[in-house]
């Protein structure tokens, strides 16, 4: 398989993270957003929404959407439930993700990080933190007393989380008042085939 990725991308590294864990090798290609390299012609033939990660699969076809290509990993593994509503509770901590907590968490840190902050973005910061935390809230609730997300087994919900929620402090988010959030942190990086964010890509991948 191919991985299409721009390497401080959490939504790319939440593929890396589950395909460390699988043990599952992999060729890296970055693609440099800041260059707009995900919106050339070829790119889009990958994914026509002009966005990383797409994982090219031994096929040929090619999967968008980190969210839709963690669940894709994830069948058959240890990662994601067999029964009916396990697998419905990760998908609605996966869709959570991606409409409460990363337009929030992400976006600030992708501002503060890789662009520069307009007047425009300025205006929105406030608003965009205060969800951000919102979100942060709502994930410190949920952990309190539990070990992970769904049914106490680490999952892909797990990975779909913490990708963002792990750096957000590059996004000015304090993460100390997140108690049950912080234990939570440290047990996903407890787990076997954990690899972290910013090692380089040719660290990370897997020789194919």
């Known amino acids: 398989?191919?991985?299409?990725?721009?390497?401080?991308?959490?939504?790319?590294?939440?593929?890396?993270?589950?395909?460390?864990?699988?043990?599952?090798?992999?060729?890296?290609v970055e693609v440099?957003?800041?260059?707009?390299?995900?919106?050339?012609?070829?790119?889009?033939?990958?994914?026509?929404n002009g966005r990383i990660p797409v994982l090219e699969l031994d096929d040929g076809t090619f999967l968008s959407e980190s969210n839709a290509i963690l669940f894709y990993l994830a069948e058959g593994s240890r990662y994601l439930p067999e029964d009916r509503l396990g697998r419905a509770h990760v998908l609605q901590w996966m869709f959570f993700e991606q409409y409460?907590?990363?337009?929030?968490?992400a976006t600030v840190r992708f501002w503060l990080k890789h662009l520069e902050l307009d007047e425009e973005r300025r205006k929105r910061m406030a608003e965009k933190t205060t969800l951000g935390h919102a979100a942060l809230?709502?994930?410190?609730?949920?952990?309190?007393?539990?070990?992970?997300?769904?049914?106490?087994?680490?999952?892909?919900?797990?990975?779909?989380?913490?990708?963002?929620?792990?750096?957000?402090?590059?996004?000015?988010?304090?993460?100390?008042?997140?108690?049950?959030?912080?234990?939570?942190?440290?047990?996903?990086?407890?787990?076997?085939?954990?690899?972290?964010?910013?090692?380089?890509?040719?660290?990370?991948?897997?020789p194919a």
């Open 1 to 28: 398989m191919t991985l299409y990725d721009f390497a401080d991308s959490g939504n790319g590294y939440k593929v890396r993270l589950m395909l460390s864990h699988l043990g599952t090798a992999y060729r890296y």
């Open 137 to 206: 809230s709502v994930m410190e609730r949920h952990l309190a007393g539990r070990t992970f997300f769904v049914g106490e087994t680490y999952s892909i919900a797990d990975i779909a989380l913490y990708a963002y929620t792990h750096v957000a402090d590059e996004g000015g988010f304090d993460l100390s008042p997140y108690v049950a959030v912080g234990a939570w942190l440290e047990r996903v990086r407890a787990q076997p085939g954990y690899v972290p964010l910013h090692p380089s890509c040719a660290e990370l991948a897997r």
């Open 32 to 48: 440099d957003i800041l260059r707009g390299e995900s919106r050339t012609p070829e790119f889009l033939v990958k994914n026509p």
């Open 100 to 105: 409460s907590h990363e337009p929030n968490v």
